[in-house]
């Protein structure tokens, strides 16, 4: 199926520094989510964008969903040692149907070092 | 929030043999079921989506007969790996859509780990 493009893929960073991650698509979506998932778990849904140009926080977590629709940025401020993990962009087209589906990102492997 | 469960976590099997997976919604109903399949260091792929009462659509090079999908009630989907080989080694997730949240919620299970020796 087709995948977003999600930047950079992996990241080692300090304690205490802020993150940024990006997902660009060739197509519109009219949803993006932000996701993490922990080895051996499943996804868990962090942030989710419902308007062109909305920008919303959640704790240390800021995302905005781009005002051509075709893109999203994570960021996140202050890091800590829980938020290793891999993070995943995602897109969705609309409420119903085959639209629901989401279209996931390729993923960021976020390290934080002590 | 909603809570997706599966059921096994994980599971080792021969080669040959089939392996059900149960995917349940624990405090919502679900008319609509998401598997997924996840290899190391990748994204998720969609494979199909459950539809309670009805037949699941696959996704393009999913194998139906292969994958068998049965979402008989609108808390329980069910996944089966019909004679399971190496390659079918992966993660499979469900997620579960939930009517009380907006319309792009979806919940995911933690995840079932398939060894196929």
């Known amino acids: 199926g087709q995948q977003l493009n999600q930047s950079p893929q992996s990241m080692f960073i300090q304690e205490g520094e802020d993150v940024s991650m990006n997902c660009t698509s060739s197509?519109?979506?009219?949803?993006w989510l932000w996701y993490k998932q922990d080895p051996g778990e499943g996804p868990v849904l962090l942030i989710a964008?419902?308007?062109?140009?909305e920008l919303t926080s959640n704790g240390r977590l800021t995302a905005q969903f781009g005002i051509t629709r075709k893109d999203s940025f994570l960021n996140i401020s202050a890091s800590i040692p829980s938020d290793v993990g891999i993070y995943f962009c995602?897109?969705?087209?609309?409420?119903?149907?085959?639209?629901?589906?989401?279209?996931f990102g390729s993923g960021t492997q976020l390290t934080v070092l002590p | 929030g909603a809570v997706v469960s599966q059921h096994p976590s994980r599971v080792i099997c021969k080669s040959g043999t089939s392996v059900k997976i149960e995917c349940r919604s624990l405090?919502?109903?679900?008319?609509?079921m998401f598997w997924y399949r996840q290899f190391p260091k990748q994204s998720l792929m969609l494979m199909a989506t459950?539809?309670?009462?009805?037949?699941?659509?696959?996704e393009q090079g999913v194998e139906k007969d292969k994958f068998l999908i049965n979402h008989a009630s609108l808390t329980l989907s069910t996944l089966t790996v019909t004679s399971a080989h190496p390659e079918d080694s992966s993660f499979y997730i469900c997620?579960?859509?939930?009517?009380?949240?907006?319309?792009?919620?979806?919940?995911f299970g933690p995840g079932t780990r398939l060894t196929v020796l």
């Open positions: 459950s539809n309670e009462g009805s037949k699941a659509t696959y």
């Open positions: 405090d919502f109903q679900a008319t609509t």
């Open positions: 997620s579960a859509r939930s009517p009380s949240g907006r319309f792009n919620e979806q919940f």
């Open positions: 995602a897109g969705q087209l609309g409420p119903s149907g085959s639209a629901r589906q989401l279209t």
């Open positions: 964008l419902y308007k062109a140009g």
């Open positions: 197509s519109i979506f009219n949803t």
